[in-house]
């Protein structure tokens, strides 16, 4: 049985940091590209950041880019989403997916390529 667990989130001011975690079991994950997506009330489901298998590869959307650093640890079948200058805007459930690999590309942006996801942890920014 595949369980991918997030960890991590909590309340925290503008402009500190999180690191979420997110841990898979049931699953190789170091086959498994790795995506981070958030979603607020009221909106859709947002990519913001995935990793290839291997790490070598990584993707961010612009609005976080330079802000959120992803790796992985695939001895410890776990990826990180490390978040940096936190914004109110950035304040949402954020949710960790393993998807097939299917090499360079925007792909990694839809959720409809991911076949495992974890129930999310919450991010809360205050002003």
């Not at 009330?41 to 298998?53: F, Q």
């Not at 609005?63 to 805007?89: C, H, M, Q, W």
């Not at 942006?109 to 991010?123: A, D, P």
Request: glycine residues 12%; charged residues 15%; hydrophobic residues 35%.
């Amino acid at each position: 049985q595949v369980q991918v667990v997030e960890s991590g989130g909590g309340s925290v001011q503008a402009g500190g940091s999180l690191r979420l975690s997110c841990a898979a079991s049931g699953l190789p994950m170091s086959n498994y590209c790795m995506g981070w997506f958030r979603q607020a009330p009221g909106s859709e489901r947002e990519g913001v950041a995935a990793i290839s298998p291997g790490g070598m590869t990584t993707y961010y959307a612009d609005s976080v880019n330079g802000r959120f650093t992803i790796s992985r640890d695939n001895a410890k079948n776990t990826v990180y989403l490390l978040i940096n200058s936190l914004k109110p805007e950035d304040s949402a459930m954020y949710y960790c997916a393993a998807a097939h690999w299917r090499g360079l590309g925007t792909w990694w942006r839809s959720e409809l390529n991911y076949r495992y996801w974890g129930q999310g942890t919450q991010v809360t920014v205050s002003s």
